[in-house]
């Protein structure tokens, strides 16, 4: 991939801005910018010195900040260190800590997951259990943004905790060395009948790397086709949505196309590699929360008739953001241009666009007009038409699951004890798991285990009708078997289990079981209306 940067234009810019600062002022229209920038600091001066209650300048500078910061856009933003620290740990996927995943339940820290070859795992810490103190001071009443900032830390340093378990009488402590923890963004298997699927959850600075080698091993496996899952990934580093539509596609073919208001910081990425497979047939899932780097990935697929795009459209955030580093420690991100994918259509979605959510749609049957009517038409490498006006518009839109009637219900009576028996749940799986060590990955959600939830449930004080609750064995047994493989076995495992009744999922392997090409996916896909397939293939 070619990526083009301009670095020293952008800082020499800004240099000239500070050094002729003041006389740009000076110049402004009449004198007004000047004028401006005296009744600012007269603002704060009085406010500072009078107002009501007291109020530390520093406050004010940063309230007038983050004011002027909002009437851009969504996206511009002052980076506090603090919030810097974020950012890396989400681009990196690499941070010093324990290596646990923790929720509030009950009102107490619990652990629910440990990640193997970590410290926690080492410690002997396992899901269920409750965080009751750190470094000897009480987590009574913590919610979990409160327990990271205290969880993790430097490698080699220590943190000394003090456990609640199931099972045992009275809390015991437990010292853990921190470490490097890196967190997975990416997760492979093989669904079925040759079918793979690889779920991305975000643009990591090894997204392509973990992807390439998941589709290695999937080859290895037998897959004849593959399902990228990008449903709910909010996106990450431009290079790395590059490098991974580089997989794909032939070296020197355009992926995406950065346009600034100042033309010669206007950029074109493309592909350098050669791709992994390019006879494999490929199905890119997404919804209203792929975003960024999951539209370039979509888009260029789409455009270069790589893949075929299946879901509802998607979000729309198709604006580039530029890092400037500021004082003390603190970045300006700030929005610098927006991306076009190679038919030349905008992704960025603009704040009087169509509703996402009515896009979305809640059934079967063609995307709203609202979604489509002043959309403009594009056309891939192949002629096949696709739609501009922001985000990514599925090749196939297909809704995703909703409730049922007797579903909805039981959702609806449990009110504001949802919480609570989410909770509960999740602590039967706990006891369920420390009661048969024996359980394996393929477990079968049967009768006994829903009446023992149900009676547990009871114990718990979650008041649930019966009638409804057996109505619900369908959505009550996903959601026990997907807390059962989070407790006791790994990532895939419970990736797996979170795939059941998956609409979306389902077309895509269907249609991936009938097509030979991608070239024949396509053909399929056009004349797929939700049922049976006008002609499966044999593969």
């Given at each position: 991939?070619?990526?083009?940067?301009?670095?020293?234009?952008?800082?020499?810019?800004?240099?000239?801005?500070?050094?002729?600062?003041?006389?740009?002022?000076?110049?402004?229209?009449?004198?007004?910018?000047?004028?401006?920038?005296?009744?600012?600091?007269?603002?704060?001066?009085?406010?500072?010195?009078?107002?009501?209650?007291?109020?530390?300048?520093?406050?004010?500078?940063?309230?007038?900040?983050?004011?002027?910061?909002?009437?851009?856009?969504?996206?511009?933003?002052?980076?506090?260190?603090?919030?810097?620290?974020?950012?890396?740990?989400?681009?990196?996927?690499?941070?010093?800590?324990?290596?646990?995943?923790?929720?509030?339940?009950?009102?107490?820290?619990?652990?629910?997951?440990?990640?193997?070859?970590?410290?926690?795992?080492?410690?002997?810490?396992?899901?269920?259990?409750?965080?009751?103190?750190?470094?000897?001071?009480?987590?009574?009443?913590?919610?979990?943004?409160?327990?990271?900032?205290?969880?993790?830390?430097?490698?080699?340093?220590?943190?000394?905790?003090?456990?609640?378990?199931?099972?045992?009488?009275?809390?015991?402590?437990?010292?853990?060395?921190?470490?490097?923890?890196?967190?997975?963004?990416?997760?492979?298997?093989?669904?079925?009948?040759?079918?793979?699927?690889?779920?991305?959850?975000?643009?990591?600075?090894?997204?392509?790397?973990?992807?390439?080698?998941?589709?290695?091993?999937?080859?290895?496996?037998?897959?004849?086709?593959?399902?990228?899952?990008?449903?709910?990934?909010?996106?990450?580093?431009?290079?790395?949505?590059?490098?991974?539509?580089?997989?794909?596609?032939?070296?020197?073919?355009?992926?995406?196309?950065?346009?600034?208001?100042?033309?010669?910081?206007?950029?074109?990425?493309?592909?350098?590699?050669?791709?992994?497979?390019?006879?494999?047939?490929?199905?890119?899932?997404?919804?209203?929360?792929?975003?960024?780097?999951?539209?370039?990935?979509?888009?260029?697929?789409?455009?270069?008739?790589?893949?075929?795009?299946?879901?509802?459209?998607?979000?729309?955030?198709?604006?580039?953001?530029?890092?400037?580093?500021?004082?003390?420690?603190?970045?300006?991100k700030m929005t610098t241009a927006k991306w076009y994918t190679p038919s030349g259509r905008s992704i960025h979605r603009e704040a009087d666009g169509p509703h996402l959510l009515?896009?979305?749609?809640?059934?079967?049957?063609?995307?709203?007009?609202?979604?489509?009517?002043?959309?403009?038409?594009?056309?891939?490498?192949?002629?096949?038409?696709?739609?501009?006006?922001?985000?990514?518009?599925?090749?196939?839109?297909?809704?995703?699951?909703?409730?049922?009637?007797?579903?909805?219900?039981?959702?609806?009576?449990?009110?504001?004890?949802?919480?609570?028996?989410?909770?509960?749940?999740?602590?039967?799986?706990?006891?369920?798991?420390?009661?048969?060590?024996?359980?394996?990955?393929?477990?079968?959600?049967?009768?006994?285990?829903?009446?023992?939830?149900?009676?547990?449930?009871?114990?718990?004080?979650?008041?649930?009708?019966?009638?409804?609750?057996?109505?619900?064995?369908?959505?009550?047994?996903?959601?026990?078997?997907?807390?059962?493989?989070?407790?006791?076995?790994?990532?895939?495992?419970?990736?797996?289990?979170?795939?059941?009744?998956?609409?979306?999922?389902?077309?895509?392997?269907?249609?991936?079981?009938?097509?030979?090409?991608?070239?024949?996916?396509?053909?399929?896909?056009?004349?797929?209306?939700?049922?049976?397939?006008?002609?499966?293939?044999?593969?």
């Amino acid at each position: 991939m070619q990526l083009k940067r301009s670095f020293w234009k952008p800082a020499t810019i800004g240099l000239i801005a500070v050094v002729t600062g003041g006389w740009l002022l000076q110049q402004g229209d009449k004198g007004n910018v000047y004028l401006n920038s005296r009744v600012l600091q007269d603002v704060i001066r009085a406010v500072s010195d009078r107002y009501v209650d007291s109020v530390d300048p520093a406050d004010l500078y940063d309230m007038a900040i983050d004011g002027l910061l909002e009437q851009l856009d969504p996206h511009t933003t002052l980076l506090r260190p603090e919030d810097y620290s974020d950012l890396r740990l989400t681009t990196t996927g690499n941070y010093g800590g324990l290596g646990i995943r923790i929720d509030e339940k009950d009102d107490w820290i619990t652990v629910v997951q440990t990640l193997p070859n970590t410290p926690a795992e080492r410690a002997g810490l396992r899901p269920g259990d409750r965080l009751i103190e750190a470094d000897g001071v009480s987590m009574a009443g913590w919610k979990p943004d409160e327990a990271v900032q205290v969880l993790r830390g430097p490698k080699g340093a220590a943190v000394d905790l003090k456990i609640m378990r199931v099972g045992m009488p009275e809390p015991f402590p437990v010292r853990i060395v921190r470490d490097e923890i890196h967190v997975e963004y990416v997760t492979g298997l093989m669904y079925d009948d040759g079918v793979g699927y690889i779920l991305h959850q975000t643009f990591s600075a090894k997204s392509a790397d973990d992807i390439r080698r998941e589709i290695d091993d999937l080859k290895d496996q037998g897959m004849k086709g593959l399902i990228l899952d990008l449903r709910r990934n909010p996106g990450g580093l431009l290079e790395e949505g590059v490098a991974v539509t580089d997989i794909f596609l032939d070296g020197g073919t355009e992926v995406v196309e950065t346009r600034s208001r100042i033309p010669d910081q206007n950029e074109t990425y493309y592909a350098e590699r050669r791709p992994v497979d390019p006879d494999l047939p490929v199905v890119v899932l997404v919804d209203l929360f792929s975003a960024s780097a999951s539209e370039i990935v979509a888009g260029a697929l789409q455009d270069h008739d790589r893949a075929l795009v299946l879901g509802v459209p998607t979000y729309g955030k198709g604006s580039v953001q530029t890092l400037y580093p500021m004082a003390g420690g603190s970045y300006l991100k700030m929005t610098t241009a927006k991306w076009y994918t190679p038919s030349g259509r905008s992704i960025h979605r603009e704040a009087d666009g169509p509703h996402l959510l009515a896009m979305a749609g809640e059934s079967d049957g063609p995307i709203s007009e609202t979604g489509m009517s002043a959309s403009a038409v594009f056309y891939t490498t192949a002629g096949r038409e696709v739609y501009g006006g922001g985000g990514i518009t599925p090749d196939v839109i297909i809704f995703a699951d909703t409730l049922n009637t007797v579903e909805r219900e039981f959702r609806t009576a449990l009110g504001e004890q949802l919480s609570a028996y989410a909770d509960a749940v999740f602590r039967f799986a706990v006891e369920y798991t420390n009661d048969h060590p024996q359980l394996r990955p393929d477990f079968r959600v049967d009768r006994a285990m829903l009446a023992q939830l149900y009676d547990w449930l009871v114990d718990a004080g979650v008041e649930t009708d019966r009638q409804l609750y057996d109505g619900s064995r369908r959505l009550v047994s996903r959601e026990l078997a997907i807390q059962l493989a989070t407790v006791a076995f790994d990532d895939v495992t419970a990736t797996r289990r979170r795939l059941a009744i998956d609409r979306q999922l389902e077309t895509a392997a269907e249609l991936l079981r009938a097509a030979r090409s991608q070239e024949q996916l396509f053909e399929l896909a056009a004349q797929y209306e939700g049922d049976e397939l006008p002609a499966a293939a044999e593969r």
